[in-house]
């Protein structure tokens, strides 16, 4: 019995170190080499524009898995010119920009926006392209939510991996924005101290894994102001105060006593049942037919019409 108990005791600690770091655990750094991370939705509002910059940081991510890797930005929103004047390094050897944003009056009847069929065509789509919509709102207002719809589920089947840039100060809501992809990102402003050097935000993380399960969980995103590393951390609850109510009984509220006090107690032990007197006498059923009644031996449901 000591050794079983011994052992018990060792599971259950080991079992419980496991889920303290389960519960630290940050995704954002790696997540778009996370396991089942095929269409990543990014929602970003006016005082978070920070998709950019998250993505500049997953750059490193990538080249680590693959550093092969190739990424195909289509640009709806914004012309070649604010990428490269840009410090972000968006515009490497290994992405290739594909303006959709800037109009030519010549080629406007060749390349007509509505005709989401030439973006397919003529994006060299490989198995292992990774490809980024910036952004999705823009895409929306200019062809339809349904045939945006169309042609984002038209990518995500044809490359290893589709980024969405959603923009909530462009469009304000898309229904079940959240369920679009098998990742949601939501970026939304850090009310901490901020620093200086370093851009922090808070990213609302959703992923489904291939299992089924699902990741939900809140982290800090500490980004360097020159290389764009990501630092992640999770917001964690602290868990004492419910620890320590757990501990205690839930007392039951209701809008009459259920309590009972010595004396009702006393008396409800002294009650005798009814189904408990006269238990030495014989239980009998006297049974008085009626007129209608046939006793029959070999039948008797045979006045039942079976």
């Not at 050794?3 to 790696?30: F, H, N, P, V």
């Not at 500049?56 to 680590?64: D, F, N, V």
């Not at 490989?126 to 990518?155: D, Q, T």
């Amino acid at each position: 019995m000591p050794y079983r108990a011994s052992a018990r005791t060792a599971r259950t600690s080991r079992s419980t170190y496991i889920q303290c770091i389960l519960c630290k655990m940050a995704y954002m750094e790696k997540l778009p080499v996370l396991e089942g991370a095929r269409v990543i939705v990014i929602d970003e509002g006016l005082d978070v524009m920070y998709a950019g910059t998250l993505i500049t940081g997953w750059l490193h991510a990538w080249k680590e898995k693959d550093p092969n890797y190739s990424i195909d930005l289509l640009s709806f929103s914004d012309p070649r010119l604010w990428y490269d004047n840009e410090p972000i390094p968006l515009t490497s050897k290994n992405i290739h920009l594909h303006d959709y944003y800037t109009v030519d009056v010549n080629k406007v009847a060749k390349r007509d926006l509505e005709n989401l069929e030439y973006i397919l065509k003529t994006v060299k789509l490989k198995p292992r392209n990774i490809i980024i919509v910036n952004c999705l709102s823009s895409l929306i207002l200019n062809v339809g939510l349904a045939k945006a719809l169309w042609f984002i589920e038209k990518l995500s089947k044809q490359v290893s991996q589709l980024i969405c840039i959603y923009r909530r100060d462009i469009i304000w809501k898309v229904p079940a924005i959240e369920t679009l992809g098998t990742t949601y990102v939501k970026l939304e402003k850090f009310t901490g101290i901020s620093s200086i050097n370093n851009l922090i935000y808070t990213a609302r993380l959703t992923h489904r894994k291939l299992g089924g399960s699902i990741i939900c969980q809140t982290e800090i995103i500490k980004q360097e102001s020159t290389s764009y590393l990501i630092n992640a951390e999770k917001i964690t609850i602290n868990s004492r105060k419910s620890e320590a109510n757990g501990s205690q009984p839930v007392k039951i509220e209701s809008s009459f006593r259920i309590e009972m006090n010595a004396r009702e107690m006393e008396q409800r032990n002294k009650t005798p049942l009814p189904y408990t007197l006269n238990t030495t006498n014989t239980s009998r059923v006297f049974y008085h037919p009626d007129d209608v009644d046939d006793i029959d031996e070999d039948d008797p449901d045979d006045d039942l019409c079976f």
